[in-house]
Nanobody, 115 residues
């Protein structure tokens, strides 16, 4: 099964930045489109940003202009640069393939934004 390991989260003040990383145990080229998702307690996981094998990107409205997704196929890695963070960005962030995520999610990385 595919293993997904997210890292880079932490506590940051509003307006600050973080860079999340995700290492995938198999070739992300074969997974084609990869995405970052996030989840807060009591809510459904939601898509934040996706990137396909041509590096085309799509962002959720609530992060447009602030977040940037990128990938490095040689390192089987996907990244999420988050700028101008807001308190509402507080969540656990996960990576997975899109639109059909692999069933076994990683542990995620906690992002906490203090206002």
């Amino acid at each position: 099964q595919v293993q997904l390991v997210e890292s880079g989260g932490g506590l940051v003040q509003a307006g600050g930045s973080l860079r999340l990383s995700c290492v995938v145990s198999e070739s992300i080229y074969s997974l084609s489109t990869m995405g970052w998702y996030r989840q807060t307690p009591g809510t459904q996981r939601e898509m934040v940003a996706i990137i396909n094998s041509r590096n085309d990107t799509v962002y959720a409205e609530f992060v447009k202009g602030r977040f940037t997704i990128s990938r490095d196929n040689a390192k089987n890695s996907v990244y999420l640069r988050m700028n101008s963070l807001k308190s509402e960005d507080t969540a656990v962030y996960y990576c997975n393939s899109f639109p059909n995520p692999r069933p076994h999610w990683g542990q995620g990385t906690q992002v906490t934004v203090s206002s």
